[in-house]
């Protein structure tokens, strides 16, 4: 009787949760964490709904309530904000926006490592804050985020781009365009890209208040 020659039978291997993403290094969407879900609903809902919303008492109490920010009396943040939230921290309890400030429309501000933004502050339309970057000289590409603080009676100009760890110092002004790489000096003035100081404000203490709340705005 001829005989059988019988294989053992081959090893079933186990492929760990971490060797199962695919080429690009996401996770399957079945594996995707309920917290992350909730993130990323809370991003959209923030960013999609609640800022185009034109009721300033809606939004108010989603940017307290919700993310957590801190916000001063009489402070107003106008339609179309767009926040970065990066990764699942989209609380936001590092925000703190101070009374009398006024964030205008269509603005872009990251909520990352921090952002303090003083009293009586002006930030025009468009302007953009961003806390993060990457390293370019890193073969990873890795992020570098830093905080931003914005002091009392500072003036944005519309469109300008203030970069991370920077601090605009009291009563400064940035003008319209400009890019902020640098700490800027208590009431000094700047401008273009890379800013750079222009003039200074002849002025030693200020009086005025930025209390606004247009209506549908």
Known sequence: MASVNRKAPAETKVTPASESRGSSGTVPTAE???RRIGAASIKYLTNHLVSN???YTLRYFWYRRVLG???GEGTTILMGLYIQMTG???SGRSVSIGSGTVINQKCLIYTS???VIGNHVSISAEVALITGTHDINDPSFTSDYQPIVIEDYAWIGTRAIILQGVTIGWGAVVMAGAMVTHDVAPLAVVGGVPARQISERRLQEFSYGLITRPLFE
């Open 113 to 115: 490592s921090g952002l």
């Open 53 to 55: 919303v034109p009721s």
């Open 32 to 34: 995707v964490a309920p």
């Open 69 to 71: 920010w801190d916000i």
């Open 88 to 90: 699942i921290h989209t």
